[in-house]
């Protein structure tokens, strides 16, 4: 099985997933990745990686369970700040990375070293091996996304956002590896606009899934987002912040849409089966169950 993952929703599933089975593969979204002290941080991948290596901050869903913060304050003491808060484990594998890129691994080699080192069984790939950038564009101003989200919280208005040098994307031979032996697809409840729609841009990515059996779970109930600025970058994009709007985004690609019991929309998509069940992952048997519902599925 192939997973499309973004950073929070969809790594929640995978602490389930991995419960239920070992056998899968997850293609990760890396234009939210940024330089920072030095050091690239790829929060989304980190997330993936973190919840297989099961050493994930469960309360968050980002960085390492029980970390500190004692670089980040003292860096913040000596007056120079950072743009987003790094623990000082999290930073440990930042290092690790960026020195694997400097001795000239690719982004895919070098995080599947990182993986192997923390013990993931599973390949964590990212998208593609180039550096691509999510901006927001709100008037006059253009922002990297994790100035957005992070530094600003969310706040500013979103006219719209893209992605830079995504034409210059290429899809990686593991990635076409990948796809090519296997026929199922799970793409989770992330963001479809910033987490999942840089991967569909890569290359060929969305003619491939065309051909492959995929199943689809909204992160959308009852026309807002479980978290995250879904909601946000979907009226930038003009789409409907529903599960509805959801599954017109995706109906070109998707065999089966799986929406939350509790959301009262009617998805009617030709050609897709709706499933309904329970989506709200709050605890290790919530996300177990949607798992294995899927599994089942497939």
Same mark, same amino acid.
């Given at each position: 099985?192939?997973?499309?993952?973004?950073?929070?929703?969809?790594?929640?599933?995978?602490?389930?997933?991995?419960?239920?089975?070992?056998?899968?593969?997850?293609?990760?979204?890396?234009?939210?990745?940024?330089?920072?002290?030095?050091?690239?941080?790829?929060?989304?991948?980190?997330?993936?990686?973190?919840?297989?290596?099961?050493?994930?901050?469960?309360?968050?869903?980002?960085?390492?369970?029980?970390?500190?913060?004692?670089?980040?304050?003292?860096?913040?003491?000596?007056?120079?700040?950072?743009?987003?808060?790094?623990?000082?484990?999290?930073?440990?594998?930042?290092?690790?990375?960026?020195?694997?890129?400097?001795?000239?691994?690719?982004?895919?080699?070098?995080?599947?070293?990182?993986?192997?080192?923390?013990?993931?069984?599973?390949?964590?790939?990212?998208?593609?091996?180039?550096?691509?950038?999510?901006?927001?564009?709100?008037?006059?101003?253009?922002?990297?996304?994790?100035?957005?989200?992070?530094? %600003? /919280?969310?706040?500013?208005?979103?006219?719209? #956002?893209?992605?830079?040098? $995504?034409? *210059?994307? &290429?899809?990686?031979? +593991?990635?076409?590896?990948?796809?090519?032996?296997?026929?199922?697809?799970?793409?989770?409840?992330?963001?479809?606009?910033?987490?999942?729609?840089?991967?569909?841009?890569?290359?060929?990515?969305?003619?491939?899934?065309?051909?492959?059996?995929?199943?689809?779970?909204?992160?959308?109930?009852?026309?807002?987002?479980?978290?995250?600025?879904?909601?946000?970058?979907?009226?930038?994009?003009?789409?409907?912040?529903?599960? %509805? /709007?959801?599954?017109?985004?995706?109906?070109? #690609?998707?065999?089966?849409? $799986?929406? *939350?019991? &509790?959301?009262?929309? +009617?998805?009617?998509?030709?050609?897709?089966?709706?499933?309904?069940?329970?989506?709200?992952?709050?605890?290790?048997?919530?996300?177990?169950?949607?798992?294995?519902?899927?599994?089942?599925?497939?």
């Amino acid at each position: 099985m192939i997973v499309l993952s973004g950073g929070t929703g969809t790594p929640k599933l995978l602490a389930g997933l991995k419960e239920i089975i070992e056998d899968f593969a997850v293609i990760v979204n890396t234009a939210e990745d940024i330089w920072i002290s030095g050091n690239i941080i790829c929060p989304d991948i980190d997330s993936v990686i973190y919840t297989l290596a099961g050493i994930i901050n469960e309360d968050k869903w980002w960085g390492i369970r029980g970390d500190t913060f004692k670089t980040h304050e003292r860096i913040k003491e000596m007056g120079l700040g950072e743009l987003m808060m790094l623990g000082d484990l999290d930073r440990a594998t930042h290092i690790f990375r960026s020195n694997l890129l400097r001795d000239n691994k690719n982004k895919t080699e070098a995080n599947l070293i990182l993986a192997r080192s923390l013990g993931v069984r599973q390949k964590v790939l990212p998208m593609c091996n180039e550096d691509i950038r999510t901006m927001i564009r709100s008037g006059r101003e253009e922002m990297h996304f994790q100035e957005f989200w992070v530094y %600003r /919280g969310g706040r500013p208005r979103i006219d719209d #956002i893209y992605f830079e040098h $995504i034409e *210059d994307a &290429r899809m990686t031979k +593991e990635i076409k590896d990948l796809i090519r032996e296997e026929k199922n697809v799970l793409i989770g409840p992330s963001n479809p606009i910033s987490s999942i729609l840089p991967i569909l841009s890569v290359g060929k990515m969305r003619e491939l899934l065309k051909d492959k059996y995929v199943v689809v779970v909204s992160p959308i109930i009852e026309r807002k987002p479980v978290s995250g600025p879904a909601a946000s970058f979907m009226n930038a994009k003009g789409i409907e912040v529903s599960s %509805r /709007g959801v599954a017109e985004f995706y109906k070109n #690609i998707m065999d089966v849409f $799986i929406v *939350d019991y &509790r959301d009262e929309e +009617e998805v009617k998509i030709e050609g897709v089966e709706v499933c309904k069940t329970d989506t709200i992952m709050k605890d290790s048997e919530k996300r177990e169950k949607l798992a294995k519902f899927i599994v089942d599925l497939l």
